[in-house]
């Protein structure tokens, strides 16, 4: 087998397969190595809903044309085969521990309106990569799996990529798409300068039978408050189990050590919401464990560029991997036409990085989210929901959904002020709290890997 490539990528997720297929277009030889033996087997849990087609994401919003089976990306003007099977669904509600729900989108109405109405649709994450993958093959990239890398070094010229089975590689620019715990980070000292706000893990059922109030949602109750605070993500799945619809069901929280399938059993057997689950079948069991960094300032060190969940902080999303797969790949190709062996010519992908990760995404946001839940009381955070009357903007995008909480939480606090003045002052406080003191207990609770190998 050859030893050398133009271009090797390290991860056959959506990030590294897409920069693969980009690549190959341009006629430059790409080899792709996956831990995995089965590319498409979804071994991490995923809700697999797509980010989104109700509002814009990292300055794109995706249009899914099912006519003609493609993602399509017009923004930043390309597309991706799907496929496989797909589910609308019409609001994101989140419920109080106590029952009281915010509703992003009316369901009711929104499932009246149809497509229109939708917040976004699901889709099978197996299917969408085995579509990329049969598409790198017709383009010739070699693509190596059951092949763990453990080691990458640059010498010369050459960036030299190791396996744990034995095997060297080596092309003068490697791809990190190994996803968010990228070992590459870590060998190449990339986590030293990231903020750690811990480690989330969760754990997950898959489960037909459910008895939601509104069944094609994304639900999203407080199971617990605290610190960690325990929640629940309900979605539905693109694809029916034995004729029938089926659900991911999970509960996550930053203390790693805690037994995830105890809360989980908690959350579907003895909770407020375990009447929902009163008659469901318990179908696959799924976990996934992560920890929260800052993202990668620079993604680019010793010829290696970082893509995807590797450089980023949580998750890029399957639409944000897929855009820095296709905007990676790319570069990479002009970087060798124009004989750029260097920074130079991977600056496109570091310009793009900036303006659509660093400057369009404010990443403390995501751990935002975490805020009340920690702060608050299950009675406080109850209170707060019930006063939430309106129904807010049908949307999906992470980022989006605390400015809509943020405005709806200003016209609130006059009646706060009049009924609870003692809550409107706790949350003034934790308004202009750090992060790193809100999440202190969730960064204690982590395990960060920020050394170098
Ligand atoms: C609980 C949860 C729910 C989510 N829900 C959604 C959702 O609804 N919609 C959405 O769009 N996104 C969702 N995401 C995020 C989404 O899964 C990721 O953002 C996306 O998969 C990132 O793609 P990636 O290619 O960067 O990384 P990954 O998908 O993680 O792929 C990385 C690949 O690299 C491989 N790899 C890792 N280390 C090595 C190594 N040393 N050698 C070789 N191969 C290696 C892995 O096996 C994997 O195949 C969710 C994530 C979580 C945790």
């Not at 050398?4 to 980009?22: E, S, V």
């Amino acid at each position: 087998m050859k030893s050398g490539y133009d271009l090797i990528i390290i991860g056959a997720g959506p990030a590294g397969l897409t920069a693969a297929k980009f690549a190959a277009e341009n006629g430059i030889s790409v080899a792709i190595l996956e831990r995995k033996d089965t590319i498409h087997d979804i071994l991490r849990m995923c809700g697999m809903m797509l980010v989104t087609l109700s509002g814009n994401y990292m300055g794109e919003r995706l249009i899914y044309n099912e006519e003609k089976k493609l993602i399509c990306f017009p923004h930043h003007g390309f597309s991706v085969k799907y496929d496989g099977p797909a589910k609308d669904f019409y609001s994101w509600e989140i419920y109080s521990p106590g029952g009281e729900r915010i509703k992003f989108g009316d369901y009711a109405t929104n499932v009246q309106k149809g497509k229109s109405g939708r917040a976004t649709a699901v889709y099978d994450k197996s299917w969408f990569l085995r579509g990329l993958v049969e598409e790198c093959q017709k383009l010739g990239v070699k693509i190596l799996t059951g092949a763990n890398v453990i080691d990458v070094r640059k010498s010369g010229d050459w960036v030299f990529v190791y396996t744990a089975s034995g095997m060297t590689l080596k092309a003068p620019f490697v791809i990190a798409a190994d996803g968010r715990t990228s070992r590459t980070a870590r060998i190449l000292g990339m986590n030293k300068n990231r903020g750690f706000y811990g480690t989330c893990a969760s754990w997950a059922y898959e489960m037909t039978n459910l008895s939601l109030p509104s069944p094609y949602a994304l639900i999203q109750p407080l199971v617990q408050s605290g610190d960690p605070p325990m929640l629940g993500f309900i979605v539905p799945r693109a694809w029916n189990y034995n004729g029938e619809d089926l659900w991911l069901v999970m509960v996550s929280d930053t203390n790693p050590s805690n037994d995830h399938e105890a809360l989980c059993d908690y959350f579907v057997e003895k909770s407020r919401f375990a009447p929902w689950f009163k008659n469901a079948k318990k179908i696959r069991k799924l976990g996934v464990c992560g920890n929260m960094y800052g993202p990668i300032v620079h993604p680019f060190k010793d010829n290696v560029i970082f893509a995807g969940d590797a450089g980023w902080c949580q998750e890029a999303e399957m639409s944000g991997a897929v855009m820095c797969g296709w905007k990676a790949g790319n570069t990479v190709a002009f970087a060798l036409q124009e004989k750029l062996y260097n920074e130079e010519g991977i600056k496109p992908y570091l310009d793009w990085w900036k303006k659509y990760h660093l400057d369009t995404l404010d990443y403390t946001v995501f751990m935002k989210n975490l805020a009340m839940p920690i702060l608050c009381t299950d009675s406080e955070i109850d209170y707060i929901f019930s006063k939430i009357k309106e129904t807010l903007p049908t949307l999906l995008d992470p980022y989006e959904v605390p400015r809509h909480m943020g405005a709806a939480m200003a016209k609130i606090i006059p009646a706060i002020q009049a009924e609870r003045p003692e809550l409107l002052k706790k949350l003034g406080g934790f308004a202009s709290m750090p992060t790193e003191v809100m999440l202190k207990n969730t960064i204690r609770a982590g395990y960060n890997c920020s050394f170098t190998l």
